[in-house]
């Protein structure tokens, strides 16, 4: 069955910087767009960015642009999400999802079990 | 402040029938992006409702519907239950943003 299994909660500066994994099971790594999702403490659902696996094409938050880099690695069929230059308003839980339709504005039917980032000096 | 507005809570009593509304604009739902709704417990991943504005994956309850006019959107819930006690999102895409977004998210109290 399909599983986005994410890695292990993390604790950073202000400053530092996060990579946060997502290795896909169960279904053809290639053919599904991944995204990054965050839901900061009381706040609602934010899209962070997205990652075409075959390829690599990438597309991030205006809100982020130039802190956040999303890669693969297709060996392996992960994902990763690295967010630079931290502050506390990035303490969050970032999920990763996958992408059934594949077009702008497609819809997201599994997600990882969440990551908790929290960013503390 | 979201893109996608939706009101920040509603709430029913059990068996009743409650709407979520999802008020967009003309570079997003009003331009005729796909809305999706997102059921999402304390403690868990959000979990697919409603994709491409009225169609539910299998094992949604058909107690849930959705429907897009304009540059709006409603999930509607049905014959309420006390597990239906959740946060509630929309979902759709921006051009002028040119990425994904969501709205605000609403409590629902049953």
């Known amino acids: 069955q399909v599983q986005l299994v994410q890695s292990g909660a993390e604790v950073k500066k202000p400053g530092a910087s996060v990579k946060v994994s997502c290795k896909a099971l169960?279904?053809?790594?290639?053919?599904?767009?991944i995204h990054w999702v965050r839901q900061a403490p009381g706040q609602g659902l934010e899209w962070v960015g997205m990652?075409?696996?075959?390829?690599?094409?990438?597309r991030y938050a205006q809100k982020l642009q130039g802190r956040v880099t999303v890669t693969r690695d297709t060996s392996t069929g992960t994902v990763f999400m690295e967010l630079n230059s931290l502050t506390s308003e990035d303490t969050a839980v970032y999920y990763c999802?996958?992408?059934?339709?594949?077009?702008?504005?497609?819809?997201?039917?599994?997600w990882g079990q969440g990551t908790l980032v929290t960013v503390s000096s | 402040q979201s893109v996608l507005t939706q009101p920040s809570s509603v709430s029913g009593a059990p068996g009743q029938r409650v709407t979520i509304s999802c008020s967009g604009s003309?570079?997003?739902?009003?331009?005729?992006?796909?809305v999706h709704w997102y059921q999402h417990l304390p403690g868990a991943a959000p979990k697919v409702l409603i994709y491409?504005?009225?169609n539910r994956p299998s094992g949604v309850p058909g107690r849930f519907s959705g429907s897009r006019s304009g540059t709006s959107a409603s999930l509607a819930i049905s014959g309420l239950q006390a597990e239906d006690e959740a946060d509630y999102y929309c979902?759709?895409?921006?051009?002028?943003?040119?990425?994904?977004?969501f709205g605000g998210g609403t409590k629902l109290t049953v």
């Open positions: 999802a996958r992408d059934y339709s594949g077009y702008d504005g497609g819809y997201f039917d599994y």
């Open positions: 003309s570079s997003n739902i009003g331009a005729s992006y796909a």
């Open positions: 491409d504005n009225n």
């Open positions: 979902q759709s895409y921006d051009r002028g943003l040119s990425g994904w977004v």
């Open positions: 169960g279904y053809s790594f290639t053919s599904k767009y």
């Open positions: 990652i075409r696996p075959s390829g690599g094409y990438t």
